[in-house]
């Protein structure tokens, strides 16, 4: 089977601080490595893509793992589709108050990424819950291969 790749992270700014104690968990962001690049949704930029190395520089903690896929393309083509879209605030304050109020045309990084997956066939969460998934429940998942390392 194929694989795909995501990029867990987290930095040292307040925002991954509370979102790491929120979702207890290690990682505030998951990006979807495409080559070069990575496709993530970030709180001041929306649905963007970087090159893999600036998101490597700019994180304090990151690892790189590999999840079984049977079609990546179709995984990395869904989430490039929206890029441009905004960040989905009121989905990040849904999450800590226990409420669905996520955008359909917003998004935040872990949204994104389940979200993709699902367009391309893949059923790693149930349909109600992806608008929910956080770094944690994908970091969950289990992985292939992992590759670590962390940032100077």
Known sequence: MSRVQLMFSTTRHAFSTLIRAATWSRWSHVALVAGPHVIEAVALGGVQQVSKAHAIQRASDFRIVDLPA?????????????????????????????????????????????WAAAEAGESWFRCEALRRVTPQHLWMLPPHQEMCGTAI
């Open 70 to 114: 049977a079609n990546p393309q179709a995984i990395i083509a869904a989430a490039r589709s929206q890029i441009g879209k905004p960040y989905d605030w009121t989905a990040i304050a849904g999450l800590g108050l226990h409420r669905d109020w996520q955008e359909d045309d917003s998004w935040f990084c872990s949204e994104l990424i389940a």
